[in-house]
């Protein structure tokens, strides 16, 4: 059963490198790095038990994202910061009876190329938004690309799926630049005006 993981959380997609640290050398080898070619299909394959789906992790430069990222498929971390360019891991996953596959798109923190965001996301069936809680402006990056989102998927009849992550929780508290009081006084001025 190579490529298949199994979980003991009931809904976790944690990858079996991430429970069972003896089989990641397995693991590594599963995962297809740099490729370029992507699937546009999230409709699932294989008598609807499979299911393919584009996640695209963006945010501002340096807040983490490829580190999330590398934790989550590798269970591992690095202090060292190399810029991404532009990266997709391919892994499967089976929960539950469902085999899932996942295109995880680590983007570039830059938007020096807005044709490419703009393709990533009309591309993408979820998003993972990325800010550092010691960067306020990787913050207000986010609700920029959340716009974004909303723009280019606005013809979209199904809901949008975007978690939001604050990563860096790990700094003292004096290097702090977003707090959860900002975050919700944030959003409620981006509510309409009868709310």
């Known amino acids: 059963m190579k490529g298949r993981h199994q979980f003991k959380r009931r809904f976790s997609l944690q990858p079996s490198s991430f429970l069972h640290r003896e089989d990641s050398t397995a693991h590594h080898r599963t995962n297809i790095r740099n490729d370029t070619e992507s699937s546009s299909s999230s409709s699932g394959e294989g008598g609807g038990h499979d299911s393919r789906h584009k996640i695209v992790v963006m945010g501002s430069p340096r807040v983490g994202k490829s ?31 469902v085999h899932l596959k996942l295109d995880i798109l680590d983007s570039s923190g830059t938007n020096e190329f807005p044709a490419m965001r703009a393709l990533s996301i009309s591309s993408a069936d979820a998003f993972i938004l990325v800010y550092a809680i010691d960067d306020a402006a990787s913050f207000e990056e986010v609700r920029i690309i959340r716009d974004q989102i909303f723009e280019t998927k606005a ?35 981006d509510l309409p005006d009868d709310q």
């Open 155 to 189: 013809s979209s009849s199904s809901a949008i799926p975007i978690v939001v992550v604050g990563n860096k929780t790990d700094l003292p508290d004096d290097q702090r630049q977003v707090s959860c009081c900002s975050i919700v006084v944030g959003n409620k001025t």
């Open 67 to 97: 580190s999330i990222i590398q934790r989550f498929l590798f269970n591992n971390f690095s202090t060292k910061y190399k810029p991404t360019i532009e990266e997709m891991f391919h892994e499967d996953f089976s929960m539950n009876g």
